[in-house]
């Protein structure tokens, strides 16, 4: 795809890593794109650019489309691109696309690294298809080789989560830093995150984490209904 220059120039995308592979991959996505789509829009850098593809091809061909977005940074970057937004109580989604921190062989992921899991898992559940945009450096042979996962909850259920995930496994817990503030990282829905480090991420490991009082939502997404694209 050739890309927008006055589009793509707008944007500052010097701090995104492996820009050249992300954006590869980010083309590929606007082969899904038609006329009338409501698509669920994923957080992080390859969705970031795959936004601003979406946004030139839309605008090229005179189409409307509607944005489900799963965090503020791309609802204002929808915003920008002149992509309506929508939210799931408004309309189903035709399909959507996100990223992912890990991908193993079985297509299990970890998301989170953003902390927009939570939206995220709301619109890949409420999507017949999820497109997962990744670079090679996302790939692993076995899931939480590279990252933690992302544990989402209640800051004051802070204690009793951690004591649960170390029974579920878990070790080297700790709470997500806000680098700009240096205090504890507050997500969009007004929570923070504990990143916990697991050696063994089996089946169900997902639905016991979710099954704790006072989390949110985790970064494990298995078995969900996603197509990798890389």
């Known amino acids: 795809m050739n890309w927008n220059e006055d589009t793509y120039n707008k944007?500052?995308?010097?701090?995104?890593?492996?820009?050249?592979?992300?954006?590869?991959?980010?083309?590929?996505?606007?082969?899904?794109?038609?006329d009338g789509n409501v698509i669920g829009f994923?957080?992080?850098?390859?969705?970031?650019?795959?936004?601003?593809?979406?946004?030139?091809?839309?605008?090229?061909?005179?189409?409307?489309?509607?944005a489900v977005p799963t965090s503020k940074k791309i609802e204002d970057l929808c915003k920008k691109l002149e992509i309506p937004v929508m939210n799931l109580n408004e309309s189903s989604l035709d399909w959507s696309f996100d990223g992912a921190d890990e991908v193993?062989?079985?297509?299990?992921?970890?998301?989170?690294?953003?902390?927009?899991?939570?939206?995220e898992k709301l619109n890949i559940i409420s999507s017949p298809i999820t497109y997962i945009l990744i670079d090679e450096s996302k790939k692993?042979?076995?899931?939480?080789?590279k990252c933690k996962v992302p544990v989402e909850c209640f800051s004051g259920a802070e204690k009793l989560v951690i004591k649960e995930l170390i029974s579920l496994g878990a070790y080297d817990i700790t709470k997500r830093e806000d680098r700009s503030t240096k205090?504890?990282?507050?997500?969009?829905?007004?929570?923070?995150i504990l990143d916990a480090k697991f050696d063994n991420?089996?089946?169900?490991?997902?639905?016991?984490i979710k099954l704790i009082p006072g989390v949110i939502e985790s970064g494990l997404f298995i078995n969900y209904n996603v197509q990798i694209i890389e």
């Not at 492996?18 to 996505?29: D, G």
């Not at 994923?42 to 509607?66: D, M, Q």
């Open 104 to 119: 193993d062989t079985k297509r299990w992921l970890i998301k989170g690294l953003g902390a927009a899991m939570f939206k």
């Open 140 to 145: 692993v042979n076995k899931l939480g080789e």
């Open 42 to 66: 994923g957080s992080g850098s390859t969705s970031y650019l795959a936004t601003i593809a979406i946004a030139n091809i839309v605008k090229e061909k005179g189409w409307n489309i509607f």
């Open 11 to 34: 944007f500052d995308l010097s701090d995104i890593s492996n820009l050249e592979a992300k954006e590869k991959v980010a083309e590929k996505i606007v082969d899904k794109v038609k």
């Open 183 to 192: 205090g504890a990282l507050i997500t969009e829905s007004g929570n923070i």
């Open 201 to 208: 991420i089996e089946e169900n490991l997902e639905k016991q």
